[in-house]
């Protein structure tokens, strides 16, 4: 109350305003949101792309240049990494889903490391977490970023990850209220329709929200949908009040602060010009307006409007108390400058990439297993390939670094996403001495209409290989959804679900064909008849070692910084001009890695070659030096 006594009529409208920052563009847009701080007074940012170092010294900049600390916020569905270069992601929410009941407290220490990673960079705010029941496999925009489609199960998990990060100092944000999961058009795009009644909406959409305000969350976004049940209108949702006043304050009882989803979309700005739409945005109860296509023309209309009465001051007192509120919540009142030393380290701590390895692990999920064919026997006895439809054919992909791994005998291919007839021929003809074929359907898309990216010629093969008399082991790297798309896969000997294409998820989906790690994931969604929610098959681990992190084997995360500067030492005393080292403890490798050259005589040094690795278990396979990383890309939000 002190700071809005200080505040004019003016300032008190701008502190409602979130405009978009980038760390990849130009100093001109830079400049720009300069001049919005300086010059209106605007009372937050939302961060999009870009790298966390620049982004840090903009921050830092834009905050200086502010009279009240700016808000900060992002869309850190799976962690900053979303938007951020070079930082850690988690897995994705649909992902995260498939991890069992008993192992979901995975997701409540996500929270915290994700509010950590926000801290670091000077942000008070995640657009997190995705709280729609995504019960339409055709949803363009949602999808991949929903827990599942059970309500209860999506109450849950949200509360986890809301717990995490509110306990941890950011504030979470529920989206997208008042449900975006059964629509099959995407808001960015257009207004999508909802055409469900009250009764529908009360059992499914509104529950997990429901939910998230009785356990505290402070934030609540809402979507630009056209829902007639709650409003007749045909006005979006963002701009209805019946929907944000009588449903979502009066009726849910949420005391915390509203967001608009962006501003700029399509789905509201198709319907009601920039500047009106603001205006329209607060009568119906909004306390931020994210996103403004053009904010000094907006700024001007609702100030217009106030002065008009058409909006009355104490509508305008009553948001930015919250944003203020909000603010002295945050420690705003106490900003320090972001410092850049570390940042990547912090960003990035051994914890946290153990967490996000275990929380993968746990999700890998197993639809079919004929005969018990997994996890693989008696390697000795079969001849093996790999056959990757996706990516880049100059590059060996992680899932097929791992099946090395446990046998170095394997053959490796690969084909382009939509082979041409000849490539098919040929790769039927390669692939037909061998006695179980490792298929893995990668660079996948994420759009149902376009099949997730999986080609006719693709399903030809498939079906080709499934034929009787070779095993084929199918893996998808990708939608759950993506499996229904696949038109053979219950001819296929077994069928492993990895969600997404992560190195992690790559690698653990071969530790489990082989038996490294067992089975436990469960869908989160309903696939087909045959494999609906809560399905998954399960296999036992230990047959053969597994790769994992040094906690994993109840070994210090520091172990590797300590072999690292061991190693170096004898490198710089010429103990030996190279090395590899391998540690594993408990039936887990937790350490594989070469240092140096074969030799330092002479003026050619050659690098110790990853085959030289010796093999440390009948059937492990040869152990290579640890593959670079390699990230997949996010949506926008």
Same mark, same amino acid.
């Given at each position: 109350?002190?700071?809005?006594?200080?505040?004019?009529?003016?300032?008190?409208?701008?502190?409602?305003?979130?405009?978009?920052?980038?760390?990849?563009?130009?100093?001109?847009?830079?400049?720009?949101?300069?001049?919005?701080?300086?010059?209106?007074?605007?009372?937050?940012?939302?961060?999009?792309?870009?790298?966390?170092?620049? +982004?840090?010294?903009?921050?830092?900049?834009?905050?200086?240049? /502010?009279?009240?600390?700016?808000?900060?916020? $992002?869309?850190?569905?799976?962690?900053?990494?979303?938007?951020?270069?070079?930082?850690?992601?988690?897995?994705?929410?649909?992902?995260?889903?498939?991890?069992?009941?008993?192992?979901?407290?995975?997701?409540?220490?996500?929270?915290?490391?994700?509010?950590?990673?926000?801290?670091?960079?000077?942000?008070?705010?995640?657009?997190?977490?995705?709280?729609?029941? !995504?019960?339409?496999?055709?949803?363009?925009?949602?999808?991949?970023?929903?827990?599942?489609?059970?309500?209860?199960?999506?109450?849950?998990?949200?509360?986890?990850? $809301?717990?995490?990060?509110?306990?941890?100092?950011?504030?979470?944000?529920?989206?997208?209220?008042?449900?975006?999961?059964?629509?099959?058009?995407?808001?960015?795009?257009?207004?999508?329709?909802?055409?469900?009644?009250?009764?529908?909406?009360? /059992?499914?959409?509104?529950?997990?929200?429901?939910?998230?305000?009785?356990?505290?969350?402070?934030?609540?976004?809402?979507?630009?949908?056209?829902?007639?049940?709650?409003?007749?209108?045909?006005?979006?949702?963002?701009?209805?009040?019946?929907?944000?006043?009588?449903?979502?304050?009066?009726?849910?009882?949420?005391?915390?602060?509203?967001?608009?989803?962006? $501003?700029?979309?399509?789905?509201?700005?198709?319907?009601?010009?920039?500047?009106?739409?603001?205006?329209?945005?607060?009568?119906?109860? #909004?306390?931020?307006?994210?996103?403004?296509?053009?904010?000094?023309?907006?700024?001007?209309?609702?100030?217009?409007?106030?002065?008009?009465?058409?909006?009355?001051?104490?509508?305008?007192?009553?948001?930015?108390?919250?944003?203020?509120?909000?603010?002295?919540?945050?420690?705003?009142?106490?900003?320090? =400058?972001?410092?850049?030393?570390?940042?990547?380290?912090?960003? !990035?701590?051994?914890?946290?990439?153990?967490?996000?390895?275990?929380?993968?692990?746990?999700?890998?999920?197993?639809?079919?297993?004929?005969?018990?064919?997994?996890?693989?026997?008696?390697?000795?006895?079969?001849?093996?390939? &790999?056959?990757?439809?996706?990516?880049?054919?100059?590059?060996?992909?992680?899932?097929?670094?791992?099946?090395?791994?446990?046998?170095? +005998?394997?053959?490796?291919?690969?084909?382009?996403?939509?082979? &041409?007839?000849?490539?098919?021929?040929?790769?039927?003809?390669?692939?037909?001495?061998?006695?179980?074929?490792?298929?893995?359907?990668?660079?996948?898309?994420?759009?149902?209409?376009?099949?997730?990216?999986?080609?006719?010629?693709?399903?030809?093969?498939?079906?080709?290989?499934?034929?009787?008399?070779?095993?084929?082991?199918?893996?998808?790297?990708?939608?759950?959804?993506?499996?229904?798309?696949?038109?053979?896969?219950? @001819?296929? /000997?077994?069928?492993?679900?990895?969600? +997404?294409?992560?190195?992690?998820?790559?690698?653990?989906?071969?530790?489990?064909?082989?038996?490294?790690?067992?089975?436990?994931?469960?869908? =989160?969604?309903?696939?087909?008849?045959?494999?609906?929610?809560?399905?998954?098959?399960? &296999?036992?681990?230990?047959?053969?070692?597994?790769?994992?992190?040094?906690?994993?084997?109840?070994?210090? #995360?520091?172990?590797?910084? @300590?072999?690292?500067?061991?190693?170096?030492?004898?490198?710089?005393?010429?103990?030996?001009?190279?090395?590899?080292?391998?540690?594993? @403890?408990?039936?887990?490798?937790?350490?594989?890695?070469?240092?140096?050259?074969?030799?330092?005589?002479?003026?050619?040094?050659?690098?110790?070659? &990853?085959?030289?690795?010796?093999?440390?278990?009948?059937?492990?396979?040869?152990?290579?030096?640890?593959?670079?990383?390699?990230?997949?890309?996010?949506?926008?939000?």
């Amino acid at each position: 109350d002190s700071l809005m006594r200080t505040l004019t009529p003016r300032q008190r409208v701008a502190q409602l305003f979130m405009v978009a920052a980038y760390s990849n563009k130009t100093r001109l847009d830079e400049d720009s949101v300069s001049t919005l701080i300086k010059d209106y007074g605007i009372g937050g940012l939302i961060f999009f792309q870009g790298g966390p170092v620049h +982004q840090t010294r903009l921050l830092n900049r834009y905050q200086s240049q /502010s009279r009240v600390p700016l808000l900060v916020a $992002m869309d850190g569905e799976w962690g900053a990494g979303m938007r951020l270069d070079s930082v850690l992601r988690f897995p994705y929410q649909m992902s995260l889903g498939a991890v069992p009941a008993a192992d979901s407290a995975l997701i409540y220490d996500m929270g915290r490391e994700v509010a950590r990673q926000f801290t670091r960079l000077g942000m008070q705010v995640n657009f997190a977490p995705v709280v729609d029941v !995504n019960n339409n496999p055709a949803n363009p925009v949602i999808g991949f970023r929903a827990w599942g489609e059970n309500p209860a199960a999506v109450a849950r998990l949200s509360r986890l990850y $809301m717990r995490g990060m509110q306990a941890a100092g950011v504030l979470a944000v529920a989206k997208h209220f008042p449900g975006h999961g059964d629509v099959d058009a995407d808001s960015h795009l257009a207004l999508p329709l909802v055409r469900v009644d009250k009764g529908r909406l009360d /059992s499914l959409e509104l529950p997990p929200f429901k939910s998230m305000i009785a356990s505290g969350i402070g934030g609540m976004m809402v979507a630009h949908l056209n829902v007639p049940a709650l409003d007749n209108s045909g006005a979006p949702t963002t701009l209805s009040q019946p929907v944000v006043t009588g449903l979502l304050r009066q009726r849910l009882g949420f005391k915390g602060v509203v967001f608009t989803d962006a $501003m700029n979309m399509k789905g509201v700005i198709s319907k009601v010009p920039t500047g009106e739409a603001e205006i329209r945005a607060l009568l119906a109860g #909004n306390d931020v307006l994210e996103f403004s296509k053009n904010v000094p023309l907006a700024l001007q209309a609702v100030l217009a409007a106030v002065d008009s009465g058409r909006i009355a001051q104490a509508r305008i007192d009553e948001s930015c108390r919250r944003v203020l509120a909000l603010k002295q919540w945050a420690g705003l009142r106490k900003y320090r =400058p972001i410092a850049e030393q570390n940042l990547f380290a912090d960003l !990035n701590p051994p914890h946290a990439r153990y967490l996000s390895h275990r929380l993968a692990e746990h999700s890998i999920t197993l639809l079919r297993n004929q005969r018990n064919i997994l996890p693989l026997q008696r390697l000795d006895t079969l001849r093996l390939a &790999t056959l990757v439809l996706g990516g880049s054919p100059a590059d060996t992909t992680d899932f097929q670094r791992a099946v090395a791994d446990y046998d170095a +005998q394997a053959a490796h291919f690969h084909l382009p996403a939509a082979p &041409t007839l000849d490539e098919l021929a040929d790769i039927r003809a390669k692939l037909f001495s061998y006695d179980v074929v490792l298929v893995a359907l990668q660079s996948l898309g994420r759009l149902p209409a376009t099949n997730f990216g999986i080609a006719p010629e693709a399903q030809l093969l498939l079906r080709e290989l499934t034929k009787p008399g070779q095993q084929v082991v199918l893996s998808v790297f990708g939608s759950a959804y993506a499996v229904a798309k696949v038109r053979d896969y219950d @001819r296929a /000997s077994a069928v492993v679900l990895a969600y +997404q294409e992560s190195v992690d998820a790559q690698r653990l989906a071969a530790q489990l064909i082989f038996g490294g790690i067992g089975a436990r994931g469960k869908l =989160p969604v309903t696939v087909a008849n045959n494999l609906p929610a809560g399905f998954g098959l399960t &296999t036992q681990p230990g047959l053969r070692l597994r790769y994992a992190h040094p906690e994993d084997a109840g070994m210090d #995360n520091r172990l590797e910084a @300590r072999v690292d500067s061991l190693m170096q030492q004898a490198l710089q005393a010429g103990a030996t001009p190279g090395g590899q080292v391998l540690i594993a @403890r408990r039936g887990v490798v937790v350490l594989r890695k070469s240092y140096g050259y074969q030799a330092s005589n002479g003026a050619s040094k050659l690098p110790i070659p &990853t085959e030289q690795n010796g093999a440390l278990a009948p059937g492990a396979g040869n152990f290579g030096s640890e593959p670079g990383s390699t990230r997949s890309a996010g949506p926008a939000a």
